[in-house]
């Protein structure tokens, strides 16, 4: 789904631009397309020699559910002392949290194609546990306890 704007970057870019198939939900639940674009990124850095690449101008980038792997990995390359740094990261419409459906974004993009808010938790649901059955819960925001909103409200918060 992604080849032609992948070639598109990389022309435009002069870059070489990997693009990891990862495994779906729901019948690959989480976390198993993390390990996929992990393990991807792994093996490219550590075999970055054989592609002629600088190992100072590797960027990892993703939209949606990518942008959150693209994330994910980068946070857990980022200590990595073993393997070369990653120059940036692009993040492209990510999902990033899960806490609060019912943010401004959420709100005011409630009804824009392509990704209502619903669908963005009905896949959310997909991703995580491979099934929808409290997708209701999480749109009314009870399926995170009182105290846990309480600790991350400093970040995840209309303010």
Request: charged content about 20%.
């Given at each position: 789904?992604?080849?032609?704007?992948?070639?598109?970057?990389?022309?435009?870019?002069?870059?070489l631009?990997?693009?990891?198939?990862?495994r779906?939900?729901?019948?690959?639940?989480?976390?198993?397309?993390?390990e996929?674009?992990?393990?991807?990124?792994q093996?490219?850095?550590?075999?970055?020699q054989?592609y002629?690449v600088?190992?100072?101008?590797?960027?990892v980038?993703g939209?949606?559910?990518?942008?959150?792997?693209?994330?994910?990995?980068?946070?857990?390359?980022?200590?990595?002392?073993d393997?070369?740094r990653?120059?940036?990261?692009?993040?492209?419409?990510p999902?990033?949290?899960?806490?609060?459906?019912?943010l401004?974004?959420?709100?005011?993009?409630?009804?824009v194609p392509l990704?209502?808010?619903?669908r963005?938790?009905?896949y959310s649901l997909?991703?995580?546990?491979?099934?929808?059955a409290?997708?209701e819960?999480?749109?009314?925001?009870?399926h995170?306890?009182?105290?846990?909103?309480l600790?991350?409200?400093?970040?995840?918060?209309?303010?």
């Amino acid at each position: 789904s992604h080849e032609r704007i992948c070639q598109y970057i990389a022309k435009e870019s002069d870059s070489l631009v990997v693009s990891v198939g990862y495994r779906l939900a729901p019948e690959h639940k989480y976390p198993a397309a993390y390990e996929d674009c992990l393990s991807a990124t792994q093996h490219f850095l550590q075999h970055l020699q054989h592609y002629a690449v600088d190992p100072a101008r590797v960027t990892v980038c993703g939209d949606s559910a990518g942008g959150n792997l693209a994330a994910a990995v980068s946070q857990t390359l980022a200590g990595r002392s073993d393997l070369p740094r990653l120059r940036a990261q692009i993040l492209i419409y990510p999902g990033l949290q899960a806490l609060d459906f019912n943010l401004p974004s959420y709100q005011q993009n409630r009804g824009v194609p392509l990704l209502f808010r619903e669908r963005a938790v009905f896949y959310s649901l997909q991703y995580v546990q491979g099934d929808t059955a409290n997708l209701e819960e999480v749109l009314e925001g009870s399926h995170i306890p009182p105290d846990m909103r309480l600790k991350y409200r400093k970040w995840v918060s209309p303010d």
